[in-house]
């Protein structure tokens, strides 16, 4: 079997990292507004379960970011030492966007330890909670100015190219690009989706362990209403994101669904199997959807692939990245929609179905999966180009044979990541008694319904 060459080397241990880090940065952004949602609740309702689920979060959040540090780290030590050529020439277009992140991390940083060390220094809840505030925002504008970053490279603007050379340098133009709009809304909405649904799956789990405290019933409350809020946002925002495919990046769009001749009425195809002579078999096909995700309208004019050049085309694997993405959204819509049907309708039953709590118990499997697809998606869809019709990918990697070994180191460090974050969360909280853990935080209140 033939060794990998560098810049093959060089994605695979980059898109691994991505892979990583992407779940704990999504947790990072929006586990915090779920943390203020719950305190809020617990100070305006003057609940101490709502208390207690902010400072039950608060600790596993710390956990979480630790974690989120080190694989960030990594990404930004990869940019230099794997992809030198990109940032020798596109670095001064992006440095900005870099910059500000580390300042926002530090805000985020060092509004969290006060945060978390005085629980009981206010006679003033709400004092508390707002010490919160810059924590919410400092871990969403990391991810917006980093988000500006992955939207340069999608459509690079803010310099001008002289003799094959970057000149000219515009930091606010090339991160105020126009896929910053759609992507960081959807990166910020998928973000609070993944929280909210995880932190909905502990609770449902824990209540289908048997555990009938009103504690877990009013968390399962508080995080499927806000999934259904968040997954409906980002459900939105995806269609406006389609719409900017299609006039920004329309060989992504046609590549995606299978779009070959430039037509309006276009149908969107669902599923399916590439035939020999490129005939899509066995599809799902929705009459003018494509076009009307394009431009709203049924007459929308959809570019078809041919009109690219062969060596420019995205893979066409990633049409099912799109596919199973879009499955999981219609899901993480339903399963909450169906949870607060089924809490307004009349003369509903007491308790929730075994079946209802264990779709719940998914959601947060489901928003991992579909981010993790929505960033695959974004990256295969770009190829051959890291700067979208500037440089290709196999221009930007370095020639270095010592990719391989750091590929493996990288795996061995991930895996030990992961397994101890999931091993200290589980530890955690495992066994807890609410009442008694309420006793030991000096929470007053007790078992209420």
């Not at 096909?285 to 007459?299: D, H, Q, R, V």
């Not at 999981?328 to 607060?340: A, M, N, Q, S």
């Not at 795996?411 to 495992?430: G, H, P, Q």
């Given at each position: 079997m033939p060794s990998l060459d560098p810049v093959t080397l060089s994605r695979i241990l980059t898109g691994l990292t991505l892979f990583v880090h992407i779940?704990?940065?999504?947790?990072?952004?929006?586990?915090?507004?779920?943390?203020?949602?719950?305190?809020?609740?617990?100070i305006r309702k003057k609940d101490p379960h709502y208390t207690l689920l902010a400072r039950r979060w608060a600790r596993g959040f710390v956990i979480s970011v630790a974690v989120g540090v080190v694989t960030g780290t990594s990404i930004g030590l990869q940019l230099s030492l794997l992809w030198p050529t990109f940032m020798r020439v596109a670095g001064q277009a992006i440095a900005l966007p870099l910059f500000m992140e580390t300042f926002a991390f530090f805000i985020e940083a060092i509004f969290l330890g006060i945060y978390l060390y005085t629980w009981e220094r206010f006679k003033r809840p709400m004092l508390h909670l707002l010490l919160l505030i810059p924590v919410v925002i400092g871990s969403s504008a990391s991810a917006f100015f980093i988000t500006t970053l992955n939207a340069f490279m999608n459509t690079p603007q803010g310099f001008t190219l002289k003799n094959g050379v970057f000149a000219d340098f515009h930091p606010l133009v090339a991160m105020f690009n126009p896929a910053t709009p759609t992507k960081v809304s959807h990166v910020l909405a998928s973000s609070y989706t993944l929280s909210a649904g995880l932190l909905a799956g502990i609770a449902a789990f824990s209540l289908l362990r048997g555990r009938k405290d009103a504690y877990f019933k009013k968390a399962l409350k508080l995080t499927v209403t806000a999934s259904f809020v968040f997954a409906v946002s980002t459900a939105i925002i995806g269609d406006f994101s389609g719409k900017f495919l299609a006039h920004y990046q329309p060989e992504k769009l046609a590549a995606a669904e299978?779009?070959?001749?430039?037509?309006?009425?276009?149908?969107?195809?669902?599923?399916?199997?590439?035939?020999?002579?490129?005939?899509?078999?066995?599809?799902?096909?929705?009459?003018?959807?494509?076009?009307?995700?394009?431009?709203?309208?049924?007459?929308?004019?959809?570019?078809?692939?041919?009109?690219?050049?062969?060596?420019?085309?995205?893979?066409?694997?990633?049409?099912y990245m799109f596919d199973l993405k879009v499955t999981?959204?219609?899901?993480?819509?339903?399963?909450?929609?169906?949870?607060?049907l089924r809490r307004w309708l009349p003369g509903k039953s007491k308790g929730i179905p075994k079946w209802l709590l264990l779709g719940i118990v998914a959601l947060g499997p489901l928003a991992m999966t579909a981010i993790e697809l929505g960033w695959m998606f974004a990256e295969f869809g770009r190829q051959p180009w890291i700067v979208r019709g500037y440089m290709k990918v196999s221009e930007a990697a370095t020639t270095s044979q010592s990719v391989g070994p750091m590929l493996i180191l990288f795996?061995?460090?991930?895996?030990?990541?992961?397994?101890?974050?999931?091993?200290?969360?589980?530890?955690?909280?495992?066994?807890?008694?609410?009442d008694d853990e309420m006793r030991e935080l000096g929470i007053p209140g007790g078992e209420r319904k």
């Open positions: 779940v704990f940065a999504s947790i990072g952004v929006g586990v915090p507004m779920m943390i203020a949602l719950a305190e809020w609740r617990g299978w779009h070959f001749e430039t037509m309006r009425k276009a149908p969107l195809i669902f599923g399916g199997v590439l035939g020999e002579n490129g005939e899509v078999k066995y599809a799902l096909e929705l009459p003018y959807a494509l076009s009307i995700l394009a431009g709203g309208t049924p007459n929308t004019n959809v570019i078809g692939l041919n009109e690219f050049p062969v060596d420019e085309r995205p893979p066409l694997l990633i049409h999981i959204g219609v899901l993480l819509v339903l399963i909450p929609f169906l949870y607060l795996v061995i460090l991930y895996l030990v990541l992961c397994v101890s974050c999931i091993v200290v969360l589980a530890k955690l909280f495992r066994n807890k008694n609410v």
